[in-house]
Structure formats: C-alpha cells, structure tokens
C-alpha cells in the first residue's frame, strides 16, 4: 500500500523523468505504461527501466533499450520497444529476477501473470503477485556493462547488498 506522500512523489519523479519515446510503438487499445524505479522519499534520482537482452535493467547509458509495459489482461504484460515484437514481461520464480521472455504474452484463456496497477491517476504503483517491493544487484555475468539487473522480492535477495526500491507507473 502506497501512502499519499509516496504517490505525490512519485507523481512529481515521473513527471521530471526524461521521456524515451514520443509513443507506444503498438497500436492496440491495451493500457501502457513507463516504468521508473523509485528508491524512496527524499531520495532523488527516479530512473527509468530499461532492457539489456533479455534483463530488465536501470541506469546504463549503452546498450539497452528504453520500453513500454503493455497491460494485455489477467495481469500479463508485453514489453514494447522500438524495432522489436512485443514480448512477455517474466518474473522468475525461483529468484524473483525480472526477465524479457522471447514471446509475446500467450492467449488469455486460462493465464495469468500477476503483474498489477495500482492508483488513480497519470501515475500509479507497479506490483507483482500484490507486493511493490522491488530491488536490483549488479549483473553477475557482465559487472562492468550489465547494470543493476531488476528483481521482486520473494522472501530473499539474491545479492549480500540489495538496493531497494518499488516502481512507478505512468500512463502514456
């Protein structure tokens, strides 16, 4: 649960964050939102998500791809980015890491992702399976490039210092 000083925070962060496209590069009727990690009040530097092959990451400044979150329904979400297919937004299960699966969202029928929206408004809380903590670690397999590389929390962290914070929403 957000506290309304955390959502006019994060409202005021989203709307300072730089803008990475002028549009959505799907055409459906689905909602879509940036995402932006929040470390917390007072703390200043929102950051937008970002993608690096297949991890959603934060804070580089080469070789990734800005995206947009498409909420497809039953809490499944595709990733857009511009000049790619839509693919499916994955929360892995064993280590909570956020993942870019290879494929789009499957059929509705009988699925469901558990990603969720939350709020009212331009700006609203990202959460998976209900909870909005979120943290990242350094990227094991390429420290040097690969970024803080995204996880929701699951009941343990997969690093010794994890950086902590929930995601904003802004509807585009």
Known sequence: MINPFTLLTIATAALAAPIVCEEPPNDSDTPKYALSMFPGPGVI????????????VYGLTQGFSYFYADSVGNAMVNVLSEGQ??????????????????HPAPPLEGNSGGWGFNGDGSVVSFSSYGTTQFYSC???DDPLHGGQEVYVFNGGYACDKPIKFTIGAAKI
């Open 45 to 56: 530097g929102m950051k937008p998500l970002q993608i690096r092959g297949n991890n959603v």
């Open 85 to 102: 297919e839509p693919r499916q937004l994955f929360a892995n299960v064993e280590t909570g890491k956020l993942e870019v699966l290879d």
């Open 138 to 140: 350094t990227s094991k």
